[in-house]
C-alpha cells in the first residue's frame, strides 16, 4: 500500500509564497513522475506541474514564471514552491504520483494524495 502525504497549504496574501511537499511511502521501488494538481471552486481538476524521475519539468501555463517543481528521488518527496501567488491560485492542491512500482508484485499504479487547501486573499 503507497500513501501520500500532503503538507504547507494555508492561507496567504496576495503576492506572497508558500511551499507544497508530499511524501509517498510504502514498499516503493520507482515512482516515474510526481506532480501537483488542483482543483479550483467550481473547476476541474487541473495540472499544475509534474516532474519525471530524470527531472523533466512540465508546467500549466498560468504557473510558469511563479512556480517551481522540485524532487528528491531518494525521499520519494515531490515539492512546489509557489511564488507571487494570485487569488486565482486558491484551490485544493493534490499531490499525483504515477507509474509506482512497488515489491514484491512489480506492479505500477498511480496514487493521490488527499489534497491540501490553499487559499490567496487579495
Known amino acids: 500500500q503507497v500513501h501520500l502525504v500532503e503538507s504547507g497549504g494555508g492561507l496567504v496574501q496576495a503576492g506572497g509564497s508558500l511551499r507544497l511537499s508530499c511524501a509517498a511511502s510504502g514498499s516503493i521501488v520507482s515512482i516515474n513522475a510526481m506532480g501537483w494538481y488542483r482543483q479550483r471552486p467550481g473547476k476541474q481538476r487541473e495540472l499544475v506541474a509534474a516532474?519525471?524521475?530524470?527531472?523533466?519539468?512540465n508546467y500549466a501555463d498560468s504557473v510558469k514564471g511563479r512556480f517551481t517543481i522540485s524532487r528528491d528521488n531518494a525521499k520519494n518527496t515531490v515539492y512546489l514552491q509557489m511564488n507571487s501567488l494570485k487569488p486565482e491560485d486558491t484551490a485544493v492542491y493534490y499531490c499525483n504520483a504515477r507509474g509506482v512500482l512497488t515489491s514484491p508484485t512489480l506492479e505500477r499504479y498511480d496514487y493521490w494524495g488527499q489534497g491540501t487547501q490553499v487559499t490567496v486573499s487579495s
Open positions: 516532474i519525471t524521475s530524470g527531472g523533466s519539468t
